[in-house]
């Protein structure tokens, strides 16, 4: 099955400074990367994704790159602001409906005022 | 127009009850799923149903039992609760791998 594997586990940053999240994944036949982000207390939700025919998609402040090759994907946060504190989370799948999606560990990323 | 609603949001109960956590979906997903947040995080699956069928049941005690009376609502089920039960319980649904996430129910065994 797959595995996802999320570095770091933590993460601190400056605000206005640049966040960087990076997943790994085993199965080469996933092909939809989601990303999602939970803040205290609350439910996980999707704040960007992308599927193996692109390499990179950027929404605002964030973007999502993805390299089929070496099977890592990777979520970049720019000029973070406080609102930026949660839990990220990483996962990877198939795509099709009897195929779960695998999620990462988390990376609790604190921006510091 | 929640997408995604659970409820109870909070139960709090003793070990050796019996609880049921319902989940209903407004978004005409064919999928849903039941995922366990433990304490240090971690999103595990439990079950997975699509179209009121069982596709997928990850390692879960038989304590669980999932029930889709359509495909719009998934309940959970646990009977005899153990104190390692505590932890968040979120439902979801998905649609071509894109899920989304109900509230979560905060269950606390004692």
């Known amino acids: 099955g797959e595995n996802v594997e999320q570095h770091p586990s933590t993460l601190s940053v400056q605000e206005g400074d640049s966040a960087v999240i990076k997943c790994t994944y085993s199965d080469s036949a996933s092909n939809y990367f989601p990303w999602y982000k939970q803040e205290l207390g609350k439910r996980p939700q999707l704040i960007i994704d992308?599927?193996?025919?692109?390499g990179e998609k950027k929404d605002q402040r964030i973007a999502v790159t993805l390299n089929k090759t070496a099977k890592h994907f990777s979520l970049h946060i720019t000029e973070t602001q406080p609102e930026d504190s949660a839990v990220y989370f990483c996962a990877a799948t198939r795509g099709s409906f009897d195929e779960k999606l695998t999620f990462g560990t988390g990376t609790r990323l604190t921006i510091i005022p | 127009d929640t997408a995604v609603s659970q409820t109870p949001k909070y139960l709090v109960t003793q070990m050796g009850n019996d609880k049921s956590i319902k989940c209903e979906q407004n978004l005409g997903h064919d999928t849903m799923y039941w995922y366990k947040q433990d304490s240090k995080k971690f999103l595990k699956i439990m079950f997975s149903y699509n179209n009121k069928e069982l596709i997928i049941n990850e390692t879960v005690p038989n304590r669980f039992s999932p029930k889709s009376p359509d495909k719009a609502h998934l309940n959970l089920h646990i009977n005899s609760l153990e104190l390692g039960d505590s932890a968040v319980y979120f439902c979801?649904?998905?649609?071509?791998?894109?899920?989304?996430f109900g509230p979560g129910t905060r269950l606390t065994v004692t």
């Open positions: 992308i599927r193996s025919n692109v």
């Open positions: 979801a649904s998905s649609h071509m791998g894109e899920q989304y």
